[in-house]
Each structure stands twice: as structure tokens, then as C-alpha cells.
């Protein structure tokens, strides 16, 4: 299996921008079909952000965050990365890394298998 680890959220104003990262315990990302990247704001349903197929570097967005945010992998390293600018008010939720073992569709949180502890993004207006 694999274990995951994220960082680099925190609290930033409008049109800013962070990066997060996410870093495999234990066994590498190269062990997974694909990585990806889901929100959770209070009281909402989580969504699908972001997603990168590890073998091929194929990358998916939700509608939401594209043309904004940028997924990306270093395979040296082991750890995925979500780079977000143009940040909005309405981007602000729990931020997790996911790995899926299986191939298949990557925009729904069901067909992954492993999940981060999640790292807190707050965009202030």
C-alpha cells in the first residue's frame, strides 16, 4: 500500500498563490496507476480538483480550477505537487492527495484507495 503526506497549505489572499505537495511513506507513487488531487469545504460533498496518470504524465481538471491550478509529478523525489494561482475566496477547503492502484476513470473519489491527512487552503477576500 501506499501512505501519503501533504503540505504547504495555508492561509492566502485573493489572486495569490501556494503550492502544495504531496510525498509517499513507504512505497513509492510509481505503484499507483494514478495520483490525484480532491477538496472538502465545510458542509459541502467532496470534489474532484485535479488528477495525473504517474506512468504518462496525462493530466485531468475539474472545470472549477482549470486554467488555475497545475498538477505535476517528479519521479526522482516520489511526490506530486498542485500548484494553485488566481486563488478565490471559494477555493478555500481541506485539501487531500489520493493514490488509485487500479486503471480506470480518476474524477471520483470512490476508485481511490489511499488518502492523506489533508492540508487546510484559506483564501481571504
Known amino acids: 500500500q501506499v501512505q501519503l503526506v501533504e503540505s504547504g497549505g495555508g492561509l492566502v489572499q485573493a489572486g495569490g498563490s501556494l503550492r502544495l505537495s504531496c510525498a509517499a511513506s513507504g512505497r513509492t507513487f510509481s505503484s499507483s496507476y494514478a495520483m490525484g488531487w480532491f477538496r472538502q469545504a465545510p458542509g459541502k460533498e467532496r470534489e474532484f480538483v485535479a488528477a495525473i496518470i504517474w506512468s504518462t504524465g496525462n493530466t485531468y481538471y475539474s472545470d472549477s480550477v482549470k486554467g488555475r491550478f497545475t498538477i505535476s509529478r517528479d519521479n526522482a523525489k516520489n511526490t506530486v505537487y498542485l500548484q494553485m494561482s488566481a486563488l478565490k475566496p471559494e477555493d478555500t477547503a481541506v485539501y487531500y492527495c489520493?493514490?488509485?492502484?487500479?486503471?480506470?476513470?480518476?474524477?471520483?473519489?470512490?476508485?481511490?484507495?489511499?488518502w492523506g491527512q489533508g492540508t487546510q487552503v484559506t483564501v481571504s477576500s
Open positions: 489520493a493514490a488509485k492502484r487500479r486503471v480506470g476513470p480518476v474524477r471520483t473519489a470512490n476508485t481511490y484507495d489511499y
